[in-house]
Structures are given as structure tokens and as C-alpha cells.
């Protein structure tokens, strides 16, 4: 009885519409273009940021929440930039991202099967999953069926079931054997889209396929733009719409080889993830903007920490401005302290003070500090 595609006589001989697509992948290309053109004034500063968020997103969806500053350390640590007043990073967040930059930079680097199996071990120093310990660094081996359940124990549904333990290796080499000699009229972003499709269904390892699959997406896309870093997150798009991106793997995973939907689905994420994209990269150079003026204008770790906060928030900022209240509680410090910090960040133009006073008193950023020259064109 077939239940899933690998059951299927032609896997994984895959079929799709190509007119179907024109739209799609011409509208994907198109943003994709945009955002490629504007790469060159991008620096450090957003390439980090980007690769934050993917390594954050990429773990939440597997319901795994990291601790967003220990994911910026090991980032900056590894892109050579300031970690001061970052914290640690845990040996579990260092791998995650040690994986995401093996994935672009060394994209023209042959995908393997040790390479795969050193970013699943990566990913699970300990040994352990949770409190379950797996085999790491190696296929699965478990007799028992590899299942993505939901629901309580006793009333659990099976939304996908991969290929038993013994037959891994076996599809791994197919899968490999076709990535490192894809067709050359096969479009790009169409191979990524099927090799995210094609590594996932396969679930070669006790743990961790999803965030494999999706540094294996980026390394077709870094391919397929010969760029050695992420403009872009896909897994923070697909974040965004899970319960559609779990939908749509389970029809397909379910049905009779032809992945139309899957790859139509998978150009609409990307060109949602561009478009994301360049509205936060904004946000990243003007933050870096501002930094940049106010360079020279000594500042304490309070008021850095404040004002990375209000930066963070947009434009809009925070609602009912910056208070003496919020400015003690993102700072752990006294009132009087906070009343000191704010007032000397006024006198030094960086705050502003909104119109009332009293105890309702509250403060804007000076927004025009960052939007000025722009640093990041220099790099």
C-alpha cells in the first residue's frame, strides 16, 4: 500500500507543470533582483543580523526558543565583530550557526554525506536531544518508524512516516548524487525548493532534519546567487506561516509525486522573505547609521542598552515614549540613576522630550541621527 512518495515505483522521479510556474518564479526573480542589487552596500552589520535571525527562527520552529542575545554573540564572534557586553553562547547555538555559515560560504564546497553528518552532530553536542539521548554524527538507526505525530499521547495523528532506518544511506546517496549534478535547465530557485522537499521527506537523522533541511535550502540559494551570506531569512518567513508550511509538506509528502504546489508554495515564502527582508535590513542600517553619528558622544552600558532597545522598537518606538519607569526596568538601575542617564541624553540631543511633563514625562529617539550619511555603503 503507498501512503507517501518514497513508496512510489517512480520516486524520486518528481513532476511538476513548468507553465504553472512562469508567474511565480518570474515575480520571485524579480524581487530577488531588487534586493541582489542594492547587496553591495550592505556590510557586516546586516549580514549579522540576517544570519541572527535565521539561526533563531530556524530552532523556534522546531520549538526550540534560544536566547537571542547568546545567538548574536556567537554570530559577531564569528563574523569578527564587537561582542562587548554580549553574553556566551552556548556550544548548541555555536554549532547551529557554525552550520548556517559552513551552508553560504562554503556553498561551492561539495555537499557529502560527512558534511551532512558534522552539522547534525553540530547541532547536538551532548549527545542528547532534550533529555533523550540520540545518535549523533550518523543516519538514524532506530528499527522503529520515523513519524511527525501531533496530539496527546493515545490520540496522536501521523501527518508523515520517512523511509525505515535501513534504506538512509541508500537515499541519501540518490539525493546527493542529484544536488552536486542538479540539470543544468533545472532554475535555481526551483532546485532549492525541491531539495528542501527532497532531504526533509528522506529525515536521515534522529533529530534535527528541519533545521538540515533549510541550511541545505540555503546553501542551493547561495548557489544559485554565488553569494557567500543570507540577504534574507526563509525560515523567519516560514515561521510565520508554519501551520502552511507543515499543510503543504503533508499533501505533498502524501500524494502522487507531482510537487507543483510544494515549489509554487516555496517561491511565494522566498519572495515574502525578500520582501521582509528589506524592510528589517532598513531598520539594521539605520540603526548602524545612527551608531555611527554619534560615535564620538561618550555614552555609559546603560544608555547603550536603552537606546539599542529603542532603536530596535522602529520609528513608532515605544508606546507612550521612553518613561523613567521603562527606562529603570531595561536597565536594573535606581531612579535617580535613570533620571541622570535620560537627562544627559537629551542635553546631548539624543533624546527628545515630548510635549507635558510631571510624572507623565517621556522621551522619543532623535530619529534624525539616523538618517543621515549612510556607514554601511563604506565597508
Request: some cysteine; proline content about 4%; overall charge neutral.
Amino acid at each position: 500500500m503507498v501512503n507517501y512518495i518514497w513508496q512510489l515505483p517512480s520516486w524520486p522521479d518528481f513532476r511538476w507543470d513548468e507553465a504553472a510556474l512562469l508567474r511565480p518564479l518570474g515575480i520571485t526573480r524579480q524581487t530577488q533582483g531588487m534586493l541582489l542589487a542594492k547587496s553591495e552596500h550592505f556590510g557586516l552589520t546586516v549580514r549579522a543580523d540576517v544570519l541572527t535571525q535565521e539561526a533563531f527562527t530556524t530552532a523556534a520552529i522546531e520549538g526550540e526558543l534560544l536566547d537571542r542575545e547568546s545567538v548574536r554573540s556567537s554570530v559577531a564572534r564569528r563574523l569578527g565583530l564587537p561582542t562587548a557586553g554580549l553574553p556566551p553562547a552556548d556550544r548548541h547555538v555555536d554549532g547551529l550557526v557554525e552550520m548556517l555559515i559552513d551552508a553560504t560560504r562554503n556553498h561551492q564546497e561539495p555537499l557529502t554525506a560527512s558534511r551532512l553528518k558534522g552539522w547534525q552532530a553540530a547541532l547536538f553536542p551532548t549527545g542528547y536531544s532534550g533529555m533523550s539521548k540520540i545518535v549523533v554524527g550518523d543516519w538514524r538507526r532506530d528499527p522503529e518508524p520515523m513519524q511527525v505525530v501531533s496530539g496527546p499521547i493515545g490520540k496522536e495523528t501521523v501527518h508523515y512516516e520517512a523511509p525505515p532506518a535501513k534504506k538512509v544511506h541508500f537515499e541519501v546517496d540518490k539525493f546527493l548524487a542529484w544536488f552536486q549534478s542538479s540539470p543544468d535547465d533545472m532554475d535555481g530557485l526551483v532546485r532549492a525548493a525541491v531539495a528542501h522537499l527532497w532531504f526533509v521527506t528522506i529525515h536521515p537523522f534522529a533529530d534535527g532534519n528541519g533545521r538540515i533541511a533549510r541550511a541545505v535550502t540555503d546553501m542551493a540559494l547561495a548557489q544559485d546567487e554565488n553569494m557567500d551570506f543570507r540577504l534574507y531569512s526563509m525560515s523567519a518567513q516560514i515561521r510565520t506561516d508554519q501551520n502552511g508550511y507543515y499543510d503543504i509538506l503533508e499533501r505533498t509528502q502524501k500524494g502522487d509525486g507531482e510537487i507543483g504546489e510544494w515549489i509554487i508554495w516555496f517561491l511565494d515564502c522566498l519572495s515574502r522573505a525578500i520582501r521582509r527582508s528589506e524592510a528589517e535590513i532598513e531598520k539594521v542600517m539605520a540603526k548602524a547609521r545612527f551608531w555611527s553619528n554619534i560615535s564620538g558622544i561618550a555614552l555609559n552600558e546603560r544608555q547603550r542598552k536603552a537606546l539599542n532597545r529603542l532603536l530596535d522598537a522602529g520609528i513608532g518606538g515605544f508606546e507612550g515614549g521612553l518613561t523613567n519607569r521603562k527606562y529603570r526596568g531595561m536597565t536594573k538601575t535606581t531612579r535617580e540613576t535613570s533620571k541622570r542617564d535620560i537627562s544627559d541624553l537629551v542635553a546631548k540631543g539624543i533624546l527628545n522630550k515630548r510635549p507635558g511633563g510631571g510624572r507623565s514625562t517621556s522621551y522619543d529617539l532623535n530619529w534624525a541621527l539616523a538618517a543621515r550619511s549612510d556607514p554601511e555603503s563604506s565597508e
